[in-house]
């Protein structure tokens, strides 16, 4: 059974204090790795797709990093509109399209 | 710009209640995927359809949710009878699914149906 464990569950930065959230995953085969940003009442919001260990994305203050058995965000001096739940997904190579998520790192950036 | 959109936003119901969620799949996206999230579970995927056709529906209650595509730009959820425990956020996500590829498998998700069972 596919599982994604994110870490941690919530995370208080202040404002321009750079770090990184986990996300470790078990998959019989991974076809890929997705990364979204959840704000309050909505859906989520696409952001990254990582394909193969050593494979790396950034959009502005972010960035995505793929290893063999986990994944990085990296966000750099974020700012207070980047609160948001940031989610990870892994979606297996067996021929199933849907993604199994993990629960979220809850991210609150102090201005 | 492209979206996808669900209704409706939020319903209230009364346990044993009929509730259908519809979605309208982004135009040209030939995959459409059904989840719910709960503070408990998270996200989870419940049924998927691939150019209309139901592809899996295991995450699915089969005895009190049904769903359907009438067409490609209608994909419905149906609860009934809807129970308290059904209490939860509905996503519906397009994609442009390349089966088994490994490229472009980027799902997008709409606003969600926020169901409150009584």
């Known amino acids: 059974e596919d599982q994604v464990t994110q870490s941690p569950e919530a995370l208080r930065l202040q404002e321009g204090e750079s770090s990184s959230l986990n996300c470790s995953y078990t998959?019989?085969?991974?076809?890929?790795l997705f990364w979204y940003r959840q704000d309050p009442g909505k859906g989520p919001e696409f952001l990254f797709t990582l394909y193969s260990a050593g494979e790396e994305k950034e959009k502005e203050r972010l960035k995505a990093t793929l290893t063999k058995k986990e994944s990085f965000l990296h966000i750099t001096a974020p700012k207070p509109e980047d609160s948001a739940t940031y989610l990870c997904a892994v979606q297996a190579s067996g021929g199933a399209d849907g993604l199994t998520f993990g629960k979220g790192t809850h991210l609150i950036i102090q201005p | 710009d492209a979206r996808v959109t669900q209704t409706p936003r939020h319903k209230v119901t009364e346990m044993g209640q009929e509730v259908t969620m519809r979605c309208q799949p982004i135009l040209g996206h030939n995959t459409v995927f059904w989840y719910r999230q709960t503070m408990m579970q998270g996200l989870e995927l419940l049924a998927y359809?691939?150019?209309?056709?139901?592809?899996?529906d295991s995450g699915m209650p089969k005895d009190r949710f049904s769903a359907e595509m009438p067409d490609a730009t209608l994909a419905t959820l149906k609860i009934q009878p809807s129970e308290p425990r059904d209490s939860a956020v509905y996503f519906c996500a397009s994609g442009l699914v390349i089966p088994r590829g490994a490229s472009y498998n980027e799902q997008f998700f709409g606003p969600g149906t926020r169901l409150t069972v009584l």
């Open positions: 359809f691939r150019n209309r056709a139901p592809l899996d």
């Open positions: 998959v019989s085969g991974l076809r890929g």
